[in-house]
């Protein structure tokens, strides 16, 4: 099963970090980071909020295990932000690119 993984940094360089570790690792065939997203969120009791940046991880199931223990040892946050999401479908070669690459 393939899935889409997100994952919050804290700017675009320790994004930039995290996705070429995962790409060398073969944890991930993409990644796709989005900057200056604006994140509101609840901690310690308040509304806080950050600017941040998105990765979006195209990987498969299998691999999370992984993922999740490289990002936490790269991340400079407590509580990083890492989950996935089931693709259900797709264009075919690319899945099998993501399959290929991972």
Known sequence: MYILVLVTAKDKRQARKIAKILIRNRLAACVNILGKVESFFLWQGKVDSASEALLIIKSKK??????????????????????????????KPYLNWINESC
């Open 62 to 91: 299998i691999k999370m295990p992984k993922i999740i223990r490289l990002v936490k040892s790269l991340h400079s946050y407590d509580l990083p932000e890492i989950i996935s999401l089931p693709i259900t479908s797709g264009f």
